[in-house]
């Protein structure tokens, strides 16, 4: 009987800010992933105690966990990890999540064949606001609004796209995505690796999501070009089936006609940081700094 092949070497990487709640589960979670791996914290300067408990789990586990301080948007602060990450592959996941025990190894399984692989996203929290369906983009056959809590490429592949679109509030995922996809890459669905989001603690949280996810698509649509006529509208609006369902779908459109009337609609082509992201108490490594 042959050897197993060796397990290949993958990047977690994460974008937080103010994430103090819930910074700790995720990390806790992640330390029990199938190795070899390491995670890379990219903090995007905090105003709560998340860099005290980053850079307190460095100091822990200096062979895993590496932390930085580099503002920005949620693109930056990925594209800051991607750029000193150490791993053939990258996966990336917020710091509202958390991971199941068995998601690095699921995820890695499904890489060995596709350059990207995408798990399976459940809500905890307030249900009433997360049982709401996604709005699935189809682009040559991938679902391409796999989120990037849950998502995972090949470095190579990231870096040959010139990572996350920085100017994108939300859905920059989904850019990503087009991109690979465009590119010849395919979207691998993976069930089994199950990230758990937090969903919003309040209602008015809620809406300022779906506003910003609306404000997204316009973006999207300022770059790529027409999308609707792959949205599946007719299962949009038939799923529409609570008041809650619609006031998001409001809130949304409210977001997407608020980018119609503000946005300049210009097309910037992303690339990744070629500086060094700030340090701040932590070394690049990981290890503790000077105060």
């Not at 105003?47 to 062979?63: F, G, K, Q, V």
Request: glycine share 8%; with cysteine; hydrophobic share 40%.
């Amino acid at each position: 009987m042959g050897s197993s092949p060796t397990p290949a070497f993958v990047s977690v990487v994460v974008t937080v800010k103010n994430e103090q709640r819930h910074i700790a589960r995720l990390l806790d979670s992640l330390l029990v992933q199938e190795p070899p791996f390491e995670v890379v914290v990219v903090d995007a300067l905090s105003r709560d105690d998340t860099w005290p408990i980053l850079t307190r789990y460095a100091r822990e586990h200096p062979t895993i966990v590496r932390v930085s301080q580099k503002y920005g948007s949620r693109g930056i602060g990925r594209n800051t990890g991607v750029a000193v990450a150490r791993g053939e592959f990258v996966a990336f996941i917020d710091g509202d999540c958390f991971a199941d025990s068995g998601w690095l190894s699921e995820l890695r399984g499904a890489l060995r064949e596709s350059d990207v692989a995408a798990g399976k996203t459940v809500a905890v929290g307030s249900l009433q606001y997360g049982l709401l369906e996604r709005v699935e983009l189809f682009q040559r056959g991938n679902d391409v609004t796999f989120p990037s809590c849950n998502l995972a490429y090949r470095r190579s592949l990231f870096l040959s796209l010139a990572g996350f679109d920085p100017r994108f509030i939300t859905a920059e995922d989904i850019d990503l995505n087009l991109r690979a996809v465009e590119k010849g890459a395919r979207i691998q669905s993976v069930p089994a690796a199950v990230v758990y989001h937090q969903m919003r603690s309040t209602f008015v949280r809620f809406l300022y999501q779906a506003f910003w996810n609306g404000y997204g698509r316009k973006q999207l649509t300022e770059k790529h070009g027409s999308l609707w006529g792959n949205y599946r509208m007719r299962r949009l609006m038939s799923n529409q089936k609570t008041p809650t369902s619609w006031i998001r779908l409001a809130a949304a459109l409210l977001g997407y006609f608020s980018r119609m009337l503000t946005g300049v609609g210009e097309r910037l082509t992303p690339t990744l940081p070629t500086e060094s992201p700030r340090e701040n108490g932590a070394s690049a490594d990981g290890s503790a700094g000077r105060a």
